[in-house]
């Protein structure tokens, strides 16, 4: 897993949803790449197709509350989400991201000091975000030992394939 | 110790656990919904072979009940197949119900358990004093494949709810006046225990109203204390032998709310928020809030209590021309008790869409799916944009009675003049 992330910001609001993140109408949908199509179709139709590779989101609190899909974080990621910044996150969804190997970080206060289109530096290691215009710096949240666990062994399908011993 | 905290113990071999804790713990029922093939395909990807306990795990097929598409179908084609592969014993196919409706009256949920779920309403079965958790493909792969789950012993708040409800004023509207007040992350990573003389003498389908949509307040899971109506019901149906948990005296909540349940009027969620909650009197006050579609289903709304308030308030009468009600029993157990007291027929009679039992429209899968720029009472649990069909569609959650007598007039009402 890479410890310092770089990525252009993309900004959402507080409580999106999984509902937001990706609507109830794809979700019988499996091939990956077709569910990173509708990324946040909820929020705007018009994020998913202009994303910028490696991107970040920047959200307001309760992000990826509501519903338990796992479609939510399989669709940021395969639209090219590099992390997640937000005031908080739900349990679930929380869970399920880090399984995948996608880092969010808790950062209180980032959603009203970061601006759309600018650039973040994310320090995982050291819990730190730096908008990179401003050179301003942030504290945030360290991830926990055992997410940062998963998340070191790029998510939770290698760690269980390394405990029971199956090879890649 | 909290009860809740006995369960982690009592399922991860530990004499005591605290909050903060990471335990590895049995799960004692491991349920996966039709929206997760990805299950099958993680459990795979991890090196899977066989379920861990064939007796445990089961499917329940109720989001896309019956298959709706080619894509739906599909995948309830290779859930069957992994299902028989693994000669699952319990199996509950397009023709049974919402999981949380078809898991307790199939037995498998009862008090002390662990019952993980990949559902978010999961939350729903500490009605019965089980800890109930929704998860993620991922996660419930690796409890197909070891039986067991990490989890974060939480924080527990204690929501006390006292008093009689007055006419009118149902479980749904006790919720919701919890979720306006605590917000919709007032409990994140964290349970909630209801208490108080409310939840003593609160029936079943009660219960599982209020612990089902602890969730929208954030909660990891929900808990209720059973009561003799707890009992009666597990004991007839329970399939494994269980032991009812019960928390310390001297134990201390993290934060305590108190509700005073006898001074509640009937509420709304608002669009779009679940805790955009108001009372219904000041959303009509000055204005009337015409409606397209009155919905009656889901885990949280589609019980017989929610069925037969609504044959109550609709019996011999029509909705008007133009509106529609879409009714969706919870199970086929719900539909069958609802047909034989005749409030099937009394629905039909007032105009209602009956369809079958399972999620239906309220998220937005089927059966009842919203246009843009129309209005929806619903006594289900979401009213995200979006959540039963266009984005710009807006949903009102309310209890069924409120539901009832709102599309018989075709406008927002208060359910207490039909009552």
Known sequence: MKKEITGKVTIVGNNIDTDQIYPGCFLAITDEKEIGSHCLAGVDENIAPNFPK???????????????????????????VSAVVADSFARIFFRNSINLGLPLIVCKGISKRVKDGQTLLIDLENGTVTIKETNEKLCCDKLGDQAMKILEAGGIKPMMRARFGKSE | ????????????????????????????????????????????????????????????????????????????????????????????????????????????IYPG??????????????????????????????????????????????????????????????????????????????????????????????????CNMAVEIGAKTA??????????????????????????????????????????????????????????ANVIKGKTVELAQ??????????????????EILRGKKIPKYTRLVVVPASNEVMQLCLEKGYIGDLINAGATITTPGCGACLGAHEGILAPGEVCISSTNRNFPGRMGSTKAEIYLASPATVAASILNGKITDPRDYV
């Open chain 1, 54 to 80: 490696g991107g970040v989101i920047v959200a307001g609190t309760n992000f990826g509350c509501g519903s338990s899909r796992e479609h939510a974080p399989i669709a940021l990621l395969n639209m090219g």
């Open chain 2, 294 to 311: 009155g919905y009656i289903g889901s885990c949280t709304g589609g019980r017989e209590e929610d069925i037969a308030v609504a044959a």
């Open chain 2, 1 to 108: 110790m909290h009860a809740l905290e006995k369960i982690f113990a009592k399922n991860s071999g530990r004499e005591q656990v605290t909050a903060g804790e990471i335990v590895t713990a049995k799960v004692d029922f491991a349920e996966i919904n039709d929206l997760y093939l990805q299950t099958v395909y993680s459990f795979y990807e991890i090196g899977g072979d066989k379920v861990w306990d064939s007796e445990k795990a089961a499917f329940v097929f109720d989001h896309y009940a019956p298959a709706p598409d080619i894509k739906s179908a599909a995948n309830h084609a290779e859930m069957r197949e992994f299902a028989k592969k693994n000669n699952l014993r319990f199996h509950f196919d397009t023709n049974c119900g919402v999981c949380h409706q078809v898991m307790p009256e199939a037995g498998v």
């Open chain 2, 113 to 210: 358990m662990i019952v993980v779920a990949t559902d978010s309403h999961t939350t729903t079965h500490g009605a019965f004093g089980a800890m109930g958790t929704g998860c993620g493909a991922t996660d419930m792969a690796t409890i197909l494949m070891t039986g067991e789950l990490w989890f974060r012993i939480p924080e527990i708040i204690e929501v006390r709810l006292e008093g009689n409800a007055p006419k009118g004023v149902y479980p749904k509207d006790v919720i919701l006046s919890v979720l306006g007040k605590l917000k919709a992350d007032g409990a994140v990573y964290k349970a909630i225990d209801f208490t108080g003389s409310y939840v003593d003498s609160l029936n079943v389908a009660g219960r599982m109203v209020i």
């Open chain 2, 223 to 280: 808990y209720m204390q059973p009561n003799k109506d707890v009992l009666n019901y597990v004991s007839e149906r329970a399939v494994r032998p269980y032991d009812v948990q019960y928390t310390d005296p001297d134990f201390k909540y993290e934060e305590s709310y108190v509700f005073d349940v006898s001074v509640l009027e009937p509420l709304l969620a608002c669009p779009h928020s679940v805790d955009n909650v108001d009372t219904l």
